[in-house]
T-cell receptor
Framework: DTEVTQTPKHLVMGMTNKKSLKCEQH?????MYWYKQKAKKPPELMFV???????INESVPSRFSPECPNSSLLNLHLHALQPEDSALYLC???????????FGEGSRLTVL | GIQVEQSPPDLILQEGANSTLRCNFS?????LQWFHQNPWGQLINLFY???GTKQNGRLSATTVATERYSLLYISSSQTTDSGVYFC????????FGAGTILRVKS
């Protein structure tokens, strides 16, 4: 069983929809991450939230916006997505940055 | 930033066979991890191994930090070992190799 929980497991949305992906960890970790993974490619870092500081991969478009309500939750808000944003979105956490990473099961997103 | 090269890119095994996967790094190794991505997409931690050797059941890993490489050994492979194996190391951020796709046939 993973200790990083992602919901929903699957999401289908239209390009005008607003939706959110949720991630929760109960390991007391202080760093949380969102990764995007396209088919047959390794995961790519989107955001890092560590000690209440957000770091953004500058290549990530503004239609993705992270929110960290508390140290155990990291949400990813989705708005006006494009079909090319369809991918597997993986949440991860670590005790602190540059330490062992633990991933959730992923949220598979399809944008129509 | 750090470059991570994995080999082989694809591997097909008969059930019961052994295999070795390799990662080479262009820079120092400090936080190396091995992951297995199952067919449903979940990335499962196999080893956190900045140096030395670790074993977990039929899997073991060795990292030679001074020579900037790591090896993952799979013995007596099973069909459930199928999937993609990634190694990853930190540069400015965690950098993944391209992965090794493993298919174990019964």
């Amino acid at each position: 069983d993973t200790e990083v929980t992602q919901t929903p497991k699957h999401l289908v949305m239209g390009m005008t929809n607003k939706k959110s992906l949720k991630c929760e960890q109960h390991m007391g970790h202080r760093a949380m991450y969102w990764y995007k993974q396209k088919a047959k490619k390794p995961p790519e870092l989107m955001f890092v939230y560590s000690y209440e500081k957000l770091s953004i991969n500058e290549s990530v478009p503004s239609r993705f916006s992270p929110e960290c309500p508390n140290s155990s939750l990291l949400n990813l808000h989705l708005h006006a997505l494009q079909p090319e944003d369809s991918a597997l979105y993986l949440c991860a956490s670590s005790y602190q940055e540059r330490r062992e990473l633990f991933f959730g099961e992923g949220s598979r997103l399809t944008v129509l | 930033g750090i470059q991570v090269e994995q080999s082989p890119p694809d591997l097909i095994l008969q059930e019961g066979a052994n295999s070795t996967l390799r990662c080479n790094f262009s820079d120092s190794v400090n936080n190396l991890q091995w992951f297995h991505q199952n067919p449903w997409g979940q990335l499962i931690n196999l080893f956190y191994i900045p140096s030395g050797t670790k074993q977990n059941g039929r899997l073991s890993a060795t990292t030679v930090a001074t020579e900037r490489y790591s090896l993952l050994y799979i013995s007596s492979s099973q069909t459930t070992d199928s999937g993609v194996y990634f190694c990853a190391e930190y540069g400015n951020k965690l950098v993944f190799g391209a992965g090794t796709i493993l298919r174990v046939k019964s």
